[in-house]
């Protein structure tokens, strides 16, 4: 379920290493010290208030990096350069149109950027169009000058790649690969027309040549065209599935993935059957290809669609960077091109993620909650091996690490529980030379920025809480960390409510601070505004999450299978009970996309024990979910479809008594906003209380701001009446 990968005056300067502007942004919040149940303490709208960082990149040459912030709503690339990196806005757009702008590249000079603005296509073939714009939006490529120049709209589609030569872009559009010349000068036009749907291009190293993935359904070929050619050539074509096309950087072989093509024996949805994949090299010249390495035939060997970019890579000395489970937790290997033993360069219990190459392609820069299982530090790593070294304090949150061209900074996103994501660069440290950890000292990158300065006058950082990690065990014995978010100063004996809150995916992991995803970052700020209104509240990072390892994960009998993740939720409420601050006979939940699905589970099985939920667009019929169950066919078909439906909220409709408040956008591609239509038919047959709210046209992941704020407004307003008072038995 689809979440999206978002401050001063002259008078703050910031030094490197010295304080934060977050200083003077607790300065600002001591005005208005927090009161337990005071509805005035801050609002939401300044607890949402900060710009959210996404997509930062490097230039290939120099000190210049590029970032997106989306800042109420208004989304801009932002740019700076070093070694000053004093921050300033390169696009124009000014309106909370819920167009997203993303897919950051630099021209191979640095002179220009190329973006993507607007959303992906649903399966109907429709742009989101939250506005309700009767024009409609577009997914569109533009470029803009580093200078700050007028964007040009370059064409429609998405994914676009800048020639090594500086002179065209590639994108994908309805399909095919499209080209246009990166001045603006003339239109974009049919690159190439080739059978199937065909993305992922990928330039060579002298731009002679393009390489991308022709998907064929069940099966998908590395195809490659080179310039003035006639044809396109694929590359060992064969009945499985290639992905992932890696260029040398001679530009004479072509590294990929390749997984088993899609057979007709049916799959039980949502099940751990094995996902094997290897690694081939193609010599392109030949279009012959061999296999250098392959998982393991158990699922520990399953390929981890998570890992993104740094699945496959090809690194200095003439090796291969890539991510694998197979040990049961997601770590790097490197080994050589030409075949060989993979080394590990990562070990133990933790994962990787969200990484980058330095610029030699030598040390490998990343994400890890190696140093804290609950929080996110950066860590190198050479790809030859040696010990790992971590890069920045334990005690905050970074990721998205990356250095600039030359090689003297290294700049990322942070945060810390009070303190919202912002980014930040450092001197890069010698890691040829470091043997040990190296935290550096730090300068945030844009507190001169408008939207910075903006959100310092109204950001209520010092009346934020700290959420504590705890840890507690379900009814099977296993063990379920979250974050425990109390107010502050509470007087003893002091009775709360309490709200269980649970994220969505469910692959993903709440932390305890603000959080690296759009959609968490927003949630992390409504929990701490329930809390400033007077309730506990437990975020819970239950069974099928990430953080814990591949088994904690892929949790037996988990969603369809038997909804065995609902007793870390129960779990999570007696916790609540137990607190001496939390009124046990209040106790609440809210979440979305699959913490919609467990709001809803616990309200229909456990009315006794959550007295009110909140389900923004959650499953609540597995069988009715896309084609997954209905098309199911196999030998077990009724015995999967039977406890798909009895692991469905909808399957507890007669014990479901407690109110609960639904939200979701109808234009929903992720969970069919059909899903929220039955299920109040149901709820209306057994009069059960019901609350709606409808956003026409708006997709899962809201991408309006106005959309969060009336959603989150109306859930503190349900909690405060269903909460608040006296539960109905």
């Not at 530009?251 to 049916?266: E, H, K, L, N, T």
Request: glycine residues 10%.
């Amino acid at each position: 379920m689809r979440h999206t990968f978002r401050f001063s005056s002259c008078c703050l300067l910031v030094s490197c290493g010295l304080f934060s502007i977050f200083a003077s942004a607790a300065a600002y919040g001591q005005k208005a010290a927090a009161k337990p149940g005071d509805t005035a303490a801050f609002t939401l709208e300044q607890v949402l208030s900060t710009p959210f960082p996404s997509d930062m990149k490097a230039s290939p040459a120099g000190e210049r990096i590029a970032w997106a912030f989306d800042w109420k709503g208004l989304r801009n690339i932002w740019v700076a350069e070093g070694p000053e990196f004093r921050a300033r806005q390169l696009t124009p757009y000014s309106t909370d149109d819920g167009q997203e702008v993303g897919d950051i590249q630099f021209s191979p000079d640095g002179n220009t950027l190329v973006y993507v603005r607007g959303g992906n296509r649903s399966s109907g073939g429709d742009i989101p169009n939250p506005t309700s714009d009767v024009l409609a939006a577009g997914e569109q490529v533009w470029g803009v000058r580093w200078e700050g120049a007028a964007p040009r709209l370059l064409g429609e589609g998405n994914n676009p790649v800048i020639s090594p030569r500086g002179d065209e872009v590639a994108f994908f559009h309805e399909g095919q690969i499209w080209i246009a010349p990166l001045s603006g000068a003339a239109p974009a036009h049919l690159f190439l027309h080739v059978r199937g749907e065909n993305g992922s291009p990928a330039w060579s190293p002298d731009g002679g040549s393009l390489a991308f993935v022709s998907g064929r359904g069940d099966h998908s070929f590395i195809a490659v065209y080179e310039r003035g050619s006639d044809r396109v050539r694929y590359m060992a074509p064969s009945v499985d599935r290639d992905s992932n096309p890696r260029w040398s950087p001679d530009g004479r072989r072509i590294a990929f993935v390749r997984q088993p093509g899609r057979g007709s024996d049916p799959e039980i949805p949502g099940g751990n059957t094995p996902n094997p994949w290897a690694i081939w090299v193609a010599d392109v010249a030949a279009g012959t290809a061999h296999q250098v390495w392959k998982s393991s035939e158990d699922a520990a060997g399953s390929f981890y669609r998570l890992s993104g970019e740094m699945v496959l890579q090809w690194v200095a000395g003439d090796r291969l960077l890539f991510t694998s489970e197979q040990d049961g937790w997601n770590h790097f290997y490197s080994m050589p091109s030409a075949c060989g033993d993979p080394l590990r360069l990562t070990t133990g219990a933790f994962e990787v993620e969200q990484a980058s190459l330095t610029p030699d392609r030598r040390f490998v820069l990343y994400s890890t909650n190696e140093a804290d299982i609950e929080r996110r530090q950066l860590f190198a790593v050479s790809v030859e091996g040696g010990a790992p070294v971590q890069l920045t304090d334990s005690r905050t949150l970074a990721w998205s690490p990356i250095a600039t061209a030359d090689g003297n900074y290294l700049v990322y996103l942070s945060s810390d529980a009070f303190r919202p994501a912002m980014p930040y660069f450092s001197e890069f440290p010698n890691l040829h030379k470091l043997t040990k950890n190296k935290e550096t000292s730090r300068a945030e990158l844009a507190p001169h920025a408008v939207p910075v300065h903006e959100a310092l006058r109204e950001f209520p950082a010092a009346q934020l809480v700290a959420p504590e990690t705890v840890i507690f065990k379900a009814a099977d014995g296993l063990e379920i960390h979250g974050q425990l978010f109390l107010p502050k100063n509470l007087k003893p004996g002091t009775k709360l409510p309490g709200i269980v809150f649970m994220h969505g995916g469910p692959i993903r992991q709440m932390l305890p601070g603000w959080h690296y995803s759009y959609y968490y970052h927003n949630a992390y700020g409504m929990n701490q505004f329930l809390v400033s209104r007077g309730y506990v509240v437990l975020s819970v990072n239950y069974r099928s999450g990430i953080g814990y390892g591949r088994d904690f994960r892929m949790a037996a009998k988990r969603g369809a299978q038997g909804a065995s993740e609902y007793q870390d939720i129960v779990a999570a409420g007696r916790y609540l009970q137990g607190i001496p601050e939390v009124n046990g006979n209040h106790i609440g939940l809210w979440g979305g996309s699959y913490g919609g699905y467990l709001t809803a589970l616990g309200l229909a099985r456990d009315s006794d024990l959550f007295k009110a939920g909140v389900d923004f667009h959650g499953v609540h019929n597995w069988v009715t979910l896309g084609t997954r169950f209905r098309s199911f066919t196999g030998p077990e078909a009724a015995v999967v479809r039977k406890v798909a439906e009895e692991s469905s909220p909808v399957a507890s409709i007669k014990t479901w008594k407690s109110p609960v408040l639904l939200i979701q956008g109808d234009d929903d591609r992720n969970v069919s906003f059909s899903q929220m239509v039955d299920l109040v038919q149901r709820l209306r047959k057994a009069n059960v209380s019901f609350e709606q709210i409808v956003f026409p046209d708006e997709i899962h992941d809201f991408l309006m701001q106005q959309s969060w704020l009336k959603a989150y407004h109306a859930t503190a307003d349900f909690f405060d009446r269903t909460l608040k008072a006296a539960p109905a038995q």
